[in-house]
């Protein structure tokens, strides 16, 4: 076993990172499965590269989400305890009572009893960007698309007004994607005070909704805290928003950018499902899962991780790992393989899953079926990316609409 040492720990999620984390991700694999490195704020971590040793960990009670396991005073966003009791923080038991009161709402069932209604969102926004198309030539399909459309769906859920679904989406990126220390504050002040005065205002005026339903378990059943409440609120506005507008915009990217392949998905819609998924490995926004604490010294692909040390399992590294994918840098609509780690694996699996593979099935329907003259409006490589050791996705998408191309659209 490697035990590890006090010389000074690789910081590998610089600059070279930015511009290319998959390079990275490589060239660490091939040094080993786990890295004992630091993060760009100096803070240590493990980071575990292999496909079989990240699926294996995902997946191991060991490792513990719960912050008080943290040996080394580990911070994150220094969320306040209305935010920081959600799914993410907590292990099995709390976790599990949580989540069954809020997967109703989840389940492919419900999902498909909603799917008019995202079918809507989607005609509506794409009208949107080709109204900016037309208008203006070129429009950024994020600001126009990408960001409103799981707000709108997730908000809905919600009933959040839709004014109020844009700011609360600026704040949630003020946290993800911070300018500042400042900003970051700011943001998670801001997120909190929302959603602490959303549950009041539903506990006043209840209706036939996810957040009332949550409501009458805190009040009548006692069946979770008000932390609990308001951090439930926020993980599943925030997480099912922001994950959702990310994918649709690097699926959008990478479609555009294999045009051969989308040229056959536009011949054979009935490889959308299939093509979401390999959509979900090759380009899935969450570079790493978020960070665990071992409870106790685990071995892990050769190394024993000392307990209360911060472990981060990266998805972007299992998912080009060549032991698990042949040729994992291709992207291949035809590789049908849902066992990807995109929306997470054992008790954390995501709760929203069949919402968003739903979701972006529609949107991809619609903008590259159904809008078969749409292009990036600059090389791939010209695009601004927002990059950090935890996601990756593009600050805006500039696109534009071939001149004179059919547009598909009824």
Known sequence: MTHHSDTPLAQPFGPGFQADPHAVFARLRQQGSVHHIALPDGAPVWLVTHEHDVRHGLADPRFSVDKQHSGNGFKGFSLPPALDANLLNLDAGDHLRLRRLVAQGFTPRHVDGMRNHIQSAVDTFTRQLLGRLEADGKADLVAEFARPLPLKVIGDLFVVPAREQSQFSEWISGMLAPASGAELVESIGKVHHYLVDLVASRRANPG??????????????????????????????????ENVQHQIANAVVTLLDHPDQLSELREKP???PTAVEELFRYAHPNLTAIRRFPTEPVDLGGVRIPAGDTVLFSLASAHRDPARYPQPDRFDIHRFDKHHLALGHGLHYCLGAALARTQIALALDALLLRLPGLRLASAPQDLSWRTTFRFRAPHDLPVVLDPGGPTGMV
């Open 270 to 272: 009935e490889l959308l």
């Open 208 to 241: 036939d909704d996810i957040l009332s339903s949550l409501i009458a378990a805190r009040d009548e059943d006692d069946r979770l805290t008000e932390d609990e409440l308001v951090s439930l609120a926020f993980l599943i506005l925030g997480a099912g928003s």
